[in-house]
């Protein structure tokens, strides 16, 4: 039977020979995933439950990313509570307030391999997918019985292939990329669905680039996103992970495929506006919009070469009196890396404000909040009313490339 490679991780996790989309399966979860927003409401949930110990610690992995250092007396009391359990469970694979954002730092450290059903209390642990790997988010209430059980139900789905073809021009990156599929098909043209990047372009996008594709596959309501595994994929691995691992790859002739062509010969630069993700134009056709703060981070695009592609267009050059530009790191790694090639010298010297690695203004929860009538340029993935503070402020959504153009100018720009 021709199978998807999400319908063929899903069989393996449940011990079938062959499953297709539409089956209800009980898989085993290779990696559950919690942060310190989440973690308390699974905790409380599996306590509930009744059972002392979780099913296995060592296939646990607790981060804090989310409010930290902690912003209230709500969060340490969250973060305290979280330590907690973490003790008591002998769960080793944690991560205090000094590491970064969970779908960073999950990859760095050896915990997504390729084949594997990883689940976070997270929505965009789809990021994980760019590994070859079948990753999801869900519920705290479901999260708590993979704690107690290691299993959960999954209704299997089925697959969109994204034939990604054409030659990336000038400061276009893969977040135009995603921002113009998104564009095309809505934020629910992928509902429940396996979004899976293939072609040529995809395979010339480094990990970092898959990962912004595969970050926002729920933006346009996808169950996760997927990219087959490739030598990039085993060269990212070597070094993080003694793990062995099965390689999983879609049958083009599998039932329940289906594919969008996507030529991005001609592609500019692309920006989302508020306040839906999917209303996304090309960059000329908003700029000279007045901004009052950019954001340069977030699980998708707080990476070490999109703060490169940032400084290099930032190097000798002022951010706008009329600006705050928060530069975010997505992990400690990537902090020292960025460190170690001078980019941070270039993000201080511009006038920029560097902070510690974590969320940051993206859920509206932490640093860089938004005012009435405020307007916010990001490089983040979600752009709906009151998402980065008041619900009378704008967010729009861009790849580094136009963030760091943008702040130099206050105003929406094109890099180009």
């Known amino acids: 039977m021709s199978m998807t490679m999400a319908e063929k991780i899903l069989a393996r996790a449940a011990g079938l020979k062959e499953t297709e989309a539409g089956n209800i399966v009980m898989a085993n979860i290779d990696v559950a995933m919690t942060h310190d927003l989440t973690g308390p409401l699974s905790v409380n949930s599996f306590q509930k439950i009744g059972v002392e110990k979780v099913w296995d610690p060592e296939k646990i992995v607790v981060l804090f990313d989310h409010q930290v250092p902690a912003d209230s007396l709500e969060a340490a009391q969250n973060h305290i509570f979280m330590r907690e359990f973490v003790e008591k469970q002998e769960i080793k694979n944690f991560y205090d307030v000094n590491e970064g954002v969970c779908h960073q730092v999950l990859p760095e450290k050896g915990h997504v391999i390729p084949g594997e059903v990883i689940v976070g209390t997270d929505s965009h642990t789809c990021t994980h997918g760019a590994l070859g790997a079948f990753a999801t988010g869900i519920g705290s209430t479901d999260m708590a019985m993979v704690f107690a059980t290691g299993k959960l139900w999954f209704k299997v789905p089925e697959t969109i292939k994204f034939d990604i073809e054409g030659e990336l021009g000038k400061h276009v990156y893969s977040k135009d990329v995603i921002l113009d599929i998104i564009g095309q098909i809505g934020a629910d043209g992928a509902t429940y669905q396996a979004c899976e990047f293939g072609g040529k372009t995809t395979r010339n996008m480094s990990i970092s680039g898959r990962m912004a594709l595969c970050n926002m596959a729920i933006e346009m309501g996808g169950k996760t996103g ?28 599998a039932e329940s495929l289906s594919t969008m062509y996507v030529d991005v010969s001609d592609l500019e630069p692309q920006v989302a506006c508020p306040h839906n993700v999917d209303n996304v134009k090309p960059v000329g056709e908003v700029e000279g919009t007045p901004i009052d703060q950019v954001f340069l981070g977030s699980c998708t695009n707080g990476r070490l070469e999109d703060l490169r592609v940032a400084a290099k267009i930032m190097k000798g050059k002022q951010v706008s009196s009329k600006v705050r530009m928060l530069v975010i790191p997505a992990s400690r790694e990537i902090y020292r890396q960025a460190l170690d090639e001078g980019l941070m010298n270039i993000f201080v010297d511009s006038g920029a404000l560097v902070c510690n690695p974590c969320c940051g203004p993206c859920l509206g929860g932490h640093v860089g909040l938004l005012g009435p009538g405020e307007v916010s ?12 503070g008041s619900p009378e402020a704008e967010v729009y959504l861009s790849s580094a490339a136009v963030a760091a153009a943008s702040a130099i100018r206050g105003e929406i720009t094109d890099p180009r």
């Not at 990219?227 to 083009?252: A, I, M």
């Not at 340029?377 to 980065?388: D, E, P, V, Y």
């Open 377 to 388: 340029l990001s490089t983040s993935n979600r752009n709906f009313k009151g998402r980065q």
């Open 226 to 253: 997927m990219v087959e595994v490739d030598e990039k994929t085993r060269n990212y691995l070597k070094g993080r992970t003694n793990k062995s691992y099965e390689v999983f790859q879609t049958d083009e002739d």
